[in-house]
């Protein structure tokens, strides 16, 4: 069974930093392309970014709203992928969901992880 | 950037009753990438129908996706008390890459 699982939310500050985390198990983690899309409270669903696989050179691609803000990376050792965020602000507040791409669509999908943005 | 109108926002429908949710795109999109979702409270969104109109494993007949172009339909036939939901359709291009989402229909139990 496929299972992607975010980590490392919380409440941060607006300013600061947070890196989330998303581990999968029960699938060839280092082929599959991982997108990061995020719900704010009460909202609909917005693209955040993804990561290719190590062979396509993990090309990243990010959403104009966060691109000077996020950074995602992967550690295909740790079946893991990253989303870094930097200098967060209120509108980050949300639901940060991982899911593994295919053909354009999220396939499998986490769980959510939870960022509250609030001084 | 593709935009997607989704309509209604609500449409209130009692269990039996048939919806009938629209996607617009403000440019033509391919149909291979047109995605639609269902939603529930506190979870995450899984894959209804894909390429249009494929119905994703597991996903029961009455569901079914049309369209192409600019103008998408999906139709739920004879709804279920679990059907009530947040539906949304997603399209994916590639120049440049990205994503974008209706804003979503919600499925009411009137």
């Known amino acids: 069974e496929v299972q992607l699982v975010e980590s490392g939310g919380g409440l941060v500050k607006p300013g600061e930093s947070l890196r989330i985390s998303c581990t999968g198990s029960?699938?060839?983690?280092?082929?599959?392309?991982i997108t990061w899309v995020r719900q704010a409270p009460g909202k609909g669903l917005e693209w955040v970014g993804r990561?290719?696989?190590?062979?396509?050179?993990?090309?990243?691609h990010y959403a104009a709203p966060v691109r000077d803000r996020v950074t995602i990376s992967r550690d295909d050792s740790k079946d893991t992928v990253y989303l870094q965020m930097n200098n967060l602000k209120s509108d980050d507040t949300g639901i940060y969901f991982c899911t593994t791409e295919y053909w354009g669509r999220g396939e499998y999908w986490g769980h959510g992880a939870l960022v509250t943005v609030s001084s | 950037e593709i935009v997607l109108t989704q309509s209604p926002d609500t449409l209130s429908l009692s269990p039996g009753e048939t919806a009938t949710l629209s996607c617009r795109a403000s440019?033509?999109?391919?149909?291979?990438?047109l995605t639609w979702y269902q939603q529930k409270p506190g979870q995450a969104p899984r894959v209804l129908i894909y390429?249009?109109?494929t119905r994703a494993t597991g996903i029961p007949d009455r569901f079914s996706g049309s369209g192409s172009g600019t103008d998408f339909t999906l139709t739920i036939g004879s709804l279920q008390p679990e059907d009530f939901a947040v539906y949304y359709c997603?399209?994916?291009?590639?120049?440049?890459?990205?994503?974008?989402f209706g804003q979503g229909t919600r499925v009411d139990s009137k």
């Open positions: 029960g699938l060839a983690f280092s082929h599959a392309w």
């Open positions: 440019q033509s999109v391919n149909n291979i990438f």
């Open positions: 390429g249009a109109s």
């Open positions: 997603q399209q994916y291009s590639d120049s440049p890459p990205s994503w974008t």
């Open positions: 990561i290719k696989a190590k062979t396509q050179n993990e090309e990243t």
